[in-house]
C-alpha cells in the first residue's frame, strides 16, 4: 500500500489545516489509519487513529482540536486542525494496516508560527 499524505504548510497560531492521506489500495481492504507526528530531536508519537468500522482515538494533547476521518469510497484519510499552537508543528505522517502489515506515508510538514 502506497500513501500520499498533503495539505501541511505554514500557519499561524489559532489557525486550522486540513491533512489528507490517499492509499493505492481500497480504502474498504484497510483496517485501522493513524496521524502521527514527528517533532525535530522527538520521537513519533501518534496524533489520532480511526478503525475501518469508524471508530476513534486521539492523543491527549490533540483532543478537541484535531478530527480524523476517512471516506473509504475514495481511499482517504483526513486530519482536521484546529486552534493550532506552536508545539504542534512536525511532520505528519499517515499509517495503514491492511491485512496485518503496516504502511507509511512520506510526511508532510505542518508549521505552526507567527
Known amino acids: 500500500v502506497q500513501l500520499q499524505a498533503s495539505g501541511g504548510g505554514l500557519v499561524q497560531p489559532g489557525g486550522s489545516l486540513r491533512l489528507s492521506c490517499v492509499a493505492s489500495e481500497s480504502g474498504f481492504s484497510i483496517s485501522a489509519m493513524g496521524w502521527y507526528r514527528q517533532a525535530p530531536g522527538k520521537q513519533r508519537e501518534l496524533v489520532a487513529r480511526?478503525?475501518?468500522?469508524?471508530?476513534?482515538n486521539y492523543a491527549d494533547s490533540m483532543k478537541g482540536r484535531v478530527t480524523i476521518s476517512r471516506d473509504n469510497a475514495k481511499n482517504t484519510m483526513y486530519l482536521q486542525m484546529n486552534s493550532l499552537k506552536p508545539e504542534d508543528t512536525a511532520v505528519y505522517y499517515c499509517?495503514?494496516?491492511?491485512?496485518?502489515?503496516?504502511?507509511w506515508g512520506q510526511g508532510t510538514q505542518v508549521t505552526v508560527s507567527s
Open positions: 499509517n495503514a494496516y491492511r491485512l496485518g502489515i503496516g504502511y
Open positions: 480511526i478503525t475501518s468500522l469508524g471508530g476513534t
